[in-house]
C-alpha cells in the first residue's frame, strides 16, 4: 500500500435525487422506510463534504422525461453535479427526443431499468435502434441488469463496439445467495469488450442489509477490479438507496479500502480520472 494520495476531484460515479411520493416511486417498498423522502442535491453534498467527495453525476431512477428535465436543471442549480444519466424511450423517436435536449451539456448519459425487464428486452429490435443514436449523439449507456442477465448484457454490448457502456453495480451479484462463480465468468466476458466499465458501486443493498461486512464484499470488488483494471473502474455510493443498508461514509470507506493497494496514479483514475473522461466531463 502507497503512503502517497492520489489527487485530482474525487468523483461519486452514482447517485439519485427526488421528491418522494408513493405513488412515483412504488419500488419503494416498507422495508425501505429509511428512503420514504426527499432526497436532494443539498442533502448529497452535505455527505459528500464529509467524505471528501468533490463531484458527482446523477443517475435516472424513474423512467419519464419529466424527471430527465428535473435533473439537468438540478445540475445547473448545482455545479457539483457534474453531469446527469437520464432516461429516453429508446423505442420510439430518439432523434427527436435528443434534440430537445442537444443544448444541455450536462446530460452525459442515458439508462434504462433492463433488471426490471422481461428476458430478451436488450434484444429487441426498436430498443437496438435506438441505443444506435446515442454514440453519434456523444452520450454513453448505463448497463442496469442482474446477474443472471449478464449473458444478454454481454451479447447487447458486442453489437455497438464504438459506443462507451458503462455496468453499474457490478451487474448485481446475488451476495444474499452465495452467488460469485458464475457471476465473476460474466463478468469478465463484459470486461473483455474494451468499450465497457464498471462502477463500484451499490454491492450492499445486494448482501444482507443488516447483516453484511466488508469482508463478504470484498472479494466482489476484487473480481471486478481485476476484470476491469483501473482504467476502467469508477467509484459511486448508489445514494440514497444505499441508505436502507449503510450510510454513505460506510460505502465510500468500502470502495475506497478495495482500491487502496493501488498506485497514487491509478486510485486517481478509478476515484475520478475515469469518470471525468468517460462522461467527457473535461477538466474538472
Known amino acids: 500500500m502507497s503512503d502517497a494520495k492520489p489527487s485530482g476531484e474525487t468523483i461519486d ?21 429509511v428512503i420514504r423522502r426527499d432526497f436532494l442535491p443539498r442533502d448529497a453534498k452535505c455527505e459528500m463534504d464529509r467524505a471528501g467527495i468533490g463531484g458527482t453525476i446523477a443517475v435516472q431512477a424513474r423512467q419519464t422525461l419529466e424527471e430527465t428535465r428535473w435533473l439537468l436543471d438540478l445540475a445547473r442549480e448545482h455545479p457539483f453535479v457534474r453531469g446527469v ?14 434534440a430537445g ?48 442477465q449478464l449473458p ?13 457502456f458503462v455496468l453499474d453495480h457490478l451487474g448485481k451479484p446475488d451476495v ?3 452467488e460469485f462463480d458464475g457471476w465473476r465468468q460474466g463478468l469478465r466476458e463484459l470486461a473483455a469488450l474494451p468499450n465497457v466499465c464498471c462502477k463500484l458501486s451499490g454491492l450492499v443493498t445486494e448482501a444482507d442489509w443488516h447483516g453484511w461486512t466488508p469482508g463478504q464484499l470484498r472479494p466482489y470488488l476484487d473480481a471486478a477490479l481485476d476484470a476491469f483494471g483501473p482504467d476502467r473502474i469508477m467509484i459511486g455510493s448508489d445514494w440514497p438507496v444505499c441508505l436502507v443498508a449503510a450510510t454513505y461514509a460506510e460505502v465510500i470507506a468500502l470502495v475506497r479500502d478495495a482500491v487502496d493497494e493501488y498506485s497514487p496514479a491509478e486510485q486517481q483514475r478509478m476515484l475520478g480520472g475515469t469518470a471525468r473522461e468517460f462522461w467527457n466531463l473535461g477538466g474538472l
Open 13 to 33: 460515479a452514482h447517485q439519485h435525487y427526488w421528491r418522494y411520493d408513493a405513488a412515483g416511486y412504488p419500488w419503494i417498498d416498507e422495508s425501505m422506510a
Open 85 to 98: 444519466v437520464g432516461w429516453i424511450d429508446l423505442q420510439q423517436d430518439v432523434d427527436a427526443q435528443l
Open 101 to 148: 435536449f442537444a443544448e444541455d451539456r450536462a446530460l452525459a448519459g442515458v439508462r434504462h431499468i433492463v433488471q426490471a425487464e422481461p428476458d430478451g428486452f436488450l434484444q429487441r429490435p426498436r430498443f437496438l435502434s435506438g441505443v444506435a443514436r446515442l454514440e453519434p449523439a456523444g452520450l454513453a449507456y448505463d448497463i442496469l441488469v442482474y446477474a443472471r
Open 152 to 164: 444478454q448484457a454481454i451479447e447487447f454490448a458486442r453489437r455497438f463496439p464504438r459506443q462507451r
Open 176 to 178: 444474499r445467495g452465495g
